[in-house]
C-alpha cells in the first residue's frame, strides 16, 4: 500500500513539473516583470550589477559583500 501512495506522489510531482514548463510565459511578460520588480522602491536605492564578474571586482575594490536578489517572477 504504501509503494502505489509514493507512486502516486511521484507522478503527481512529475506531472506538476512537466506541467510548470509548459506554462512559460512569454519574452514580453518576463520584460514587463522585471520593469516592474526594478521600479519598486526598494530596487531604486541601490545601483544593481547584473554580472556577477562585475559584482565580484567591484566588491573586491570597494571592500563592500555582494547582495543577490532572485526572484522567479522574471526568470527562466
Do not use: C
Amino acid at each position: 500500500m504504501r509503494h502505489r501512495f509514493l507512486m502516486a506522489l511521484l507522478v503527481l510531482a512529475l506531472g506538476a513539473t512537466t506541467g510548470l514548463a509548459q506554462n512559460q510565459p512569454s519574452e514580453e511578460v518576463l520584460k514587463a516583470n522585471y520593469d516592474k520588480k526594478l521600479s519598486k522602491e526598494f530596487a531604486g536605492k541601490i545601483e544593481w550589477v547584473q554580472s556577477l564578474e562585475t559584482a565580484k571586482t567591484r566588491a573586491a575594490a570597494e571592500g563592500k559583500l555582494i547582495y543577490a536578489y532572485f526572484s522567479r517572477s522574471y526568470a527562466r
